[in-house]
């Protein structure tokens, strides 16, 4: 019986994993890819500016050239496209695989541990939860608008929530615990703080109403935030696989790799 859960698990994990990398393809790249356009046409609205011609973005792909545009409005008659199930179903099957890889394993906490596993399992699950209040709450405060204090008070946080995963959790379930914490923070924004202010946009359009600017400045705000998390994110998610490099999941290392990969982001922002 063990060895047949044991086969099956094993294909379980495999596909569950498959649709989590595949998932955070799509999400991550059509991130950076709005983030690009949008940076682009910025610059060439700047550049335009007074001279009554919209700024155009042109592009070319495989067998074709494309141009892009930055309305305030949409064309409601047009169909809408939406980018909203690749966030959920990315952190929906990383869910999944954190319950079958450290949930119902033995690697969650060390055998000597100051902890249990069931201890584990609510310092894990309760770090999900409050880590998007705690952000959030932060979001709200007249902090979010100095860009710099903000990343950090955001940082030592972070640095926090590093030094207390590495003390009670093993060292890969600690490293993956921050990464899962991002990545809950990531699709809360876009389920909570850009989905919403977009669907009160288009109602305004439809009934003629002007359009809040707070809408899509806040929007745009968690959007940028999500830009700089996934960069760490994608590192603490890969660093199980190499355990000599990451120094025996010190804490430290993980905080200094989590202000690289938020550099990183700041310069792939630029580019």
Not at 19 to 42: C, E, K, N, P, R
Not at 127 to 136: A, E, K, Q, R
Not at 144 to 170: D, H, I, K, W
Request: hydrophobic share 50%.
């Amino acid at each position: 019986m063990k060895q047949s859960w044991n086969y099956w698990s094993d294909w379980l994990n495999l596909l569950v994993r498959w649709m989590h990398v595949f998932t955070a393809i799509l999400w991550v790249g059509q991130t950076y890819f709005f983030t690009w356009m949008d940076g682009q046409l910025s610059e060439a609205e700047a550049a335009l500016k007074g001279s009554g011609e919209k700024a155009q973005l042109w592009m070319v792909h495989s067998g074709g050239f494309y141009v892009v545009e930055k309305q305030k409005v949409a064309e409601l008659s047009r169909k809408l496209h939406w980018f909203r199930f690749e966030a959920l179903l990315t952190w929906l099957s990383g869910v999944v695989l954190l319950v079958l890889v450290y949930y119902m394993s033995s690697i969650l906490v060390d055998p000597d541990g100051p902890v249990s596993h069931r201890t584990g399992v609510l310092i894990g699950v309760g770090l999900l939860i409050f880590s998007w209040v705690i952000y959030d709450l932060l979001c709200r405060t007249p902090l979010v608008r100095q860009e710099l204090a903000f990343a950090v008070v955001c940082y030592l946080l972070v640095v926090g929530v590093a030094y207390g995963l590495t003390r009670y959790l093993s060292g890969r379930a600690a490293y993956l615990h921050l990464g899962a914490m991002f990545g809950t923070i990531m699709v809360s924004n876009v389920w909570m703080r850009i989905l919403p202010p977009q669907r009160k946009m288009i109602a305004a359009m439809r009934e003629g109403r002007m359009i809040e600017e707070s809408l899509s400045a806040g929007a745009k705000l968690r959007s940028k935030h999500n830009t700089f998390m996934v960069v760490p994110l994608i590192f603490t998610m890969l660093s199980n696989h190499f355990p000599v490099a990451t120094n025996g999941y010190h804490w430290t290392v993980l905080a200094a790799l989590v202000l690289c990969g938020w550099i990183a982001a700041k310069f792939i922002r630029r580019a």
